[in-house]
Nanobody, 122 residues
Framework: QFRLVESGGDSVQAGGSLKLSCAAS????????MAWFRQFPGTGREGVAV???????TYADSVKGRFTISRDNLNSTLYLHMNRLQPDDTAMYYC????????????????WGQGTQVTVSS
C-alpha cells in the first residue's frame, strides 16, 4: 500500500530554517509528480512546491527564493528546505503524490501524508 510519511515540523523563530522530509513507500512505479502543500487554520490546502520529471519545478510566489524542493530517489524521500521562515509560513505541511497531472493544484493529487506542523514565531 502506497504511503507518505512527513517529518521535520517544529517551532522556530522568524528568520530560522527547517527541513521537512516525506518518506514514500509501497509503490511499484515512482510517482510522476510529488509536491508540498500547506494548510492554514480554517482554509483549504495551497500548493507550495512541486517536483516532477515531466514539468519544471514550480514554487508558490510566497516562497520563491526561500524554499527549495528536492528528492532523494535512492531513499524515496522528498524534502522541503525552508529558509528565512516568517510567521505567515505557520501551517500544517503535507506531502502529496500523483501519477496523473502535476501542478500546485490539489486536484492533481490523490495520495497525501498525515502532515507535519510548522510554527514560526515573531
Amino acid at each position: 500500500q502506497f504511503r507518505l510519511v512527513e517529518s521535520g515540523g517544529d517551532s522556530v523563530q522568524a528568520g530560522g530554517s527547517l527541513k521537512l522530509s516525506c518518506a514514500a513507500s509501497g509503490f511499484t512505479e515512482r510517482p510522476h509528480c510529488m509536491a508540498w502543500f500547506r494548510q492554514f487554520p480554517g482554509t483549504g490546502r495551497e500548493g507550495v512546491a512541486v517536483l516532477s520529471d515531466f514539468v519544471p519545478t514550480t514554487y508558490a510566489d510566497s516562497v520563491k527564493g526561500r524554499f527549495t524542493i528536492s528528492r532523494d530517489n535512492l531513499n524515496s524521500t522528498l524534502y522541503l528546505h525552508m529558509n528565512r521562515l516568517q510567521p505567515d509560513d505557520t501551517a500544517m505541511y503535507y506531502c502529496a503524490a500523483s501519477w496523473h497531472g502535476c501542478s500546485l493544484r490539489v486536484m492533481h493529487f490523490n495520495y497525501w501524508g498525515q502532515g507535519t506542523q510548522v510554527t514560526v514565531s515573531s
